[in-house]
């Protein structure tokens, strides 16, 4: 339904909560503009607490650091939080695999899937979600995962003699530009065999981007200018989705939640649901090791005593290359977040109580805006705004370093993101298909499969969610020319 023009009761409210604000120009152009604009601009202000804007906007832009502050006290997380599938004991590594899959069995696994992301940097305006690799099958990021989440719930299912249905319900976050494009593929596709009833798309939210006077920006005389408010945002997206409802209705106790952008990530992994759920957490992350002190990727540590994500260009050179005094040959600092996260459910229902708390960051970016005296929009050659977002991982030093763990998983199992155009050499799609048909070939050839001398091949994430199931193979000369498919 179209907005509708306010009434002038209405029209007022909202004029003197701008006002007060010091944020009236906003609706300077208000009396010129026509009937659905008028409309149009009053739903959008009426979304956002202009207040709440400029104490957010006051606090990224002068941070409070109490004065001069000590360095901060920086550790690995202890022992007693981490694991590492690359030293753990295979009984370990089996028994939280048989765990989890029970848990999924229960229907008590959800995914979150944070795909607010468009392909600007690989030559698409579509979706990432959307992007083709360039596997022989053309399946898109969004269908490996959507084939992963088929395979995880066949392999739950048979966990109990395959007569329950189980089913592992995705949430996928998109944003404003994604979220029309990323529902008009789902329904292209049919869901990529997904009960649609399973699939819930919401969106995160925005804010407005501010002036370096701290003035909210018209991207029109009928428009505010305004931006995805981070991957943090995505729990009070959560909230304002209903999304939470949805999960507190289905019984989900474990939710996995990951970037788009990784084609090998492990989809509601049974292995770090299950060792997540055996210590009883809130949050657990799954980091990969750092190849060397100088690779720029925040750090999962222990930060004053909390767990904390530190950025790169926030550690020096000693503390990058400090020496893992127990493991002689490590770096001491070797965790490298790659944004792929366990949340218990009591956990995210307590969203409301501390969302608003999380801190803003601040982008310096050339933000196109009106004039507010001709009414022409300028396109500013250097910074002239803010765009304000929270961070995912903001919400980590909230937790006893009790309710937080970490596993340490194989890079080339499981981390290959796409960022990068193509062509690049590094984290594009050349890489991610290599990764993924290198994957492949490990998997066959460990169970004694003939790839005749090629590298690689494709494997459907339908055959096999993560080299189980493919003993049959063992002796046959497989065409690596196409995908083995199920």
């Known amino acids: 339904m179209a907005p509708q023009e306010p009434t002038s009761d209405e029209l007022s409210q909202l004029k003197e ?41 006051a606090k990224a832009l002068s941070p409070d650091d109490g004065g001069a502050k000590a360095a901060p006290t920086l550790e690995p997380l202890p022992e007693s939080a981490s694991a590492s599938i690359l030293d753990s004991k295979s009984e370990d590594i089996k028994k939280w695999y048989a765990s989890g899959l029970d848990l999924i069995a229960q229907n008590k696994v959800a995914v979150v899937l944070m795909a607010g992301g468009q392909g600007t940097r690989l030559g698409s305006s579509a979706p990432k979600g959307c992007y083709d690799i360039g596997l022989a099958s053309h399946k898109s990021l969004f269908q490996i995962q959507a084939e992963r989440i088929r395979k995880v719930e066949e392999l739950a299912a048979q966990t109990k003699g395959g007569s329950s249905k189980v089913t592992i319900p995705w949430y996928v976050m998109t944003s404003g530009p994604t979220r029309g494009p990323t529902e008009a593929y789902f329904k292209e596709h049919s869901y990529f065999g997904l009960d649609p009833a399973n699939v819930f798309i919401f969106e995160q939210g925005v804010l407005p981007c501010i002036s370096n006077e701290g003035k909210i920006l018209l991207e029109s005389k009928s428009k505010v ?29 474990h939710i996995h939640a990951y970037c788009v952008d990784n084609c090998l990530v492990k989809v509601a992994d049974p292995v770090f649901i299950g060792f997540s759920a055996s210590l009883d957490v809130d949050i657990a992350t799954k980091v990969v090791r750092k190849r060397n002190a100088t690779e720029s990727v925040g750090l999962i540590l222990c930060k004053n005593g909390r767990p904390d994500v530190v950025e790169y260009s926030e550690i020096d050179q000693a503390t990058a290359e400090a020496q893992d005094p127990n493991q002689p040959g490590l770096l001491k600092f070797r965790a490298a977040n790659i944004v792929n996260h366990y949340y218990s459910f009591r956990f995210l229902e307590s969203i409301p109580q501390w969302a608003k708390t999380l801190p803003h960051h601040v982008a310096r970016k050339k933000i196109p805006h009106v004039d507010l005296e001709t009414g022409e929009t300028v396109k500013p050659s250097k910074p002239n705004g803010i765009k304000l977002e929270q961070f995912v991982f903001d919400v980590f030093p909230k937790l006893e370093l009790s309710k937080f763990a970490c596993m340490e998983v194989r890079r080339e199992d499981e981390f290959s993101p796409l960022k990068n155009a193509p062509g690049t050499g590094e984290d594009d799609p050349e890489t991610s298909r290599r990764d993924i048909l290198a994957q492949g070939a ?20 339908l055959v096999s969610y993560g080299g189980e199931g493919l003993e049959k193979y063992s002796g046959q000369t497989i065409d690596t020319s196409k995908p083995l498919e199920a």
């Open 17 to 57: 909560k701008y006002t007060l604000a010091g944020q009236s120009h906003v609706l300077a152009f208000y009396d010129s503009l026509a009937s659905e604009e008028k409309a149009s601009i009053f739903e959008q202000l009426s979304k956002f607490d202009p207040t709440y804007i400029n104490t957010i906007a």
């Open 225 to 253: 200018a305004v931006a995805p408010d981070g991957n943090g945002g995505i729990y009070n997206a959560l909230v304002e989705s209903f999304a939470l409802d949805d999960m507190k209705k289905r019984g989900i106790e």
């Open 442 to 461: 490990r998997w066959l050839k460990a169970v004694g499969a003939d790839l005749g001398g090629a590298e690689g091949v494709e494997v459907s994430p």
